[in-house]
């Protein structure tokens, strides 16, 4: 089928002014981190699972490849076209609503393009709790959490996205619906096809719907910042918040100095508790069952030991819900800092907890030998395991001079440390056109092998994300 025949039959199923050809697409077409640019054959917005079954089968018969996109946050350059021209970016973003919330069966199933906010929001008026939480919230969608299987600020508690999820609604490479929007906790009726579809980023089917678990709201939840003196203090202190807040401890972020540094320098008017007093600070957050007295006693209790301990040096617990989003704000800044700081270079990475000290500390020496003047923006989700071990050039070098030169031995030298170290290149978010090459160096072949056999399997003709997550 000719090129604008194509595009006008897309037309005929969403509407002709659904799918954009001309003008700025940069929005579509670029990747968040801006590292990568593609050219897309057209934008196309389907309002409702049937247009996306029809857009795929009309695809599949003209031979043009599809690349599904949620809010287009993803850091892997996974939802974007290649530069082909020759790709469709299907867009998710109308397809938005909230279908139902079932508050006996503690559920709710929403569109795959509703913004993660606005589900949050949902489960909100309704009384409940959706926990999914990460700085992307306001623009990333449902579908793209799934497909990324993200994990974000509450995993300790609530899992990544896939442990939220009970049921699917997903169009195959055929364009045939799989209804499995069930909501059920328990269904062991053959292979598990909604864990394959979710973390398998747009490679394996079209998340159109999700039946997703909601939860009664905490009574209390209270957040503290805390100054410590190394990696191993803040590994202790984890401990010990195991040990006094068990369960109730919901998320365990740390931070070096290098990364409030950056949100110092960009967002000035933050007040960054402790940030010049030491190495690395702890952010973490109790919810708290009881009530708002018990989490602060509880907290209370916790630093003053851990103070006696020696591995807290100071610490601050939130007396209000704006002073808790405020320690979240300055968390949630560091993408954004160093986004605004230039180009950059991310491993998001997990090591076994118990081995992140000495992974940190052999990694830093080597990158700082090999090149000196390198900043080390370092933080994450301590509590996972999950490190974003960020590389910003030195200052007053031209960031995207020094990615030419050195991104590939960097990355090597830190993914070969990951390696040593037992953990995994990429933690949360996915592999995506990013690490396309560099997986099959790490991942086990057997693994490989029966990766590309489900892939061959569920998309013969590699009609969805071509080229992306495995060759
Ligand atoms: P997109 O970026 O649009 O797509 C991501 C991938 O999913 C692509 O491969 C795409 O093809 C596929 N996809 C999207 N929608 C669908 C669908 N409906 N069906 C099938 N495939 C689909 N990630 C974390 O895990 N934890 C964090 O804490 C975190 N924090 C972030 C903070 C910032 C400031 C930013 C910019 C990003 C952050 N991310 C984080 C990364 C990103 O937000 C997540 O990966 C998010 O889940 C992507 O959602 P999206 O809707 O933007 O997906
Ligand atoms: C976060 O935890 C996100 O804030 C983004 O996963 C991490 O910017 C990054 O590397
Ligand atoms: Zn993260």
């Not at 089968?57 to 031979?63: C, H, I, V």
């Not at 919330?101 to 709790?129: H, K, P, R, W």
């Amino acid at each position: 089928m000719k090129r604008q025949q194509f595009i006008e039959a897309l037309g005929n199923i969403v509407g002709s002014t659904h799918v954009l050809v001309n003008g700025d697409l940069s929005s579509w077409e670029q990747d968040w981190r801006k590292r990568i640019r593609g050219k897309s054959l057209a934008v196309v917005r389907p309002v409702n699972v049937d247009q996306v079954s029809a857009i795929v089968r009309l695809s599949s018969e003209a031979g043009y490849s599809i690349v599904t996109q949620g809010g287009n946050t993803g850091l892997v350059a996974g939802s974007i076209p290649d530069d082909s021209d020759s790709q469709v970016v299907l867009s998710m973003q109308r397809m938005n609503t909230i279908r139902s919330i079932d508050i006996d069966n503690l559920t709710m199933t929403l569109e795959a393009g509703c913004i993660l906010q606005s589900a949050q929001e949902a489960a909100e008026v309704a009384g409940y709790f959706f926990p999914l939480s990460l700085g992307a919230e306001g623009s990333c969608t449902i579908g793209g959490n799934l497909a990324t299987n993200a994990g974000g600020t509450s995993v300790l508690r609530y899992g990544n996205a896939r442990d939220l999820c009970l049921g699917l609604e997903v169009v195959t490479a055929d364009g045939d619906i799989w209804h499995g929007l069930s909501g059920l906790r328990k269904d062991n009726t053959g292979y598990d096809l909604r864990n394959l579809m979710i973390g398998s980023e747009g490679t394996l089917g079209i998340i159109t719907a999700a039946t997703v678990k909601i939860y009664p709201k905490p009574a209390a939840i209270l957040t503290a910042w805390a100054a410590v003196p190394s990696i191993d203090a803040a590994v202790e202190l984890l401990r010990l918040c195991r040990q006094y807040l068990s369960a109730d401890l919901t998320g365990f972020e740390l931070i070096n100095r290098s990364s409030l540094c950056l949100v110092n320098k960009h967002y000035p008017k933050l007040n960054i508790p402790f940030w010049e007093d030491c190495p690395y600070c702890v952010l973490l957050e109790n919810s708290d069952d009881e009530s708002e007295h018990h989490a602060n006693s509880r907290l209370e209790h916790l630093f003053e030991l851990a103070i006696e301990q020696g591995c807290v040096v100071d610490a601050v617990v939130s007396q209000n819900i704006s002073q808790s989003n405020q320690f979240w704000l300055i968390r949630e800044s560091i993408t954004l800092a160093q986004a605004s700081e230039g180009l950059n270079i991310k491993h998001d990475v997990s090591i076994p907890i118990s081995s992140i000290s000495n992974f940190v500390e052999q990694t830093d020496a080597k990158l700082k030998r090999a090149f000196p003047g390198i900043r080390l923006v370092t933080f994450g989700h301590l509590g996972d395991g999950n490190l974003h071990y960020n590389i910003q050039a030195p200052d007053f070098t031209n960031p995207a001079d020094f990615i030419a030169q050195h991104e590939n031995l960097i990355s090597q030298l830190v993914y070969e440390s990951v390696k040593e170290f037992s953990g995994s290149i990429s933690a949360e978010h996915g592999i995506g056109a990013l690490k396309v090459d560099i997986l099959p160096l790490f991942k086990d072949a057997t693994a490989l092998r029966m990766m590309r056999s489900i892939r061959y399997a569920l998309d013969p003709k590699g009609l969805f994300n071509p080229r992306r997550v495995i060759r």
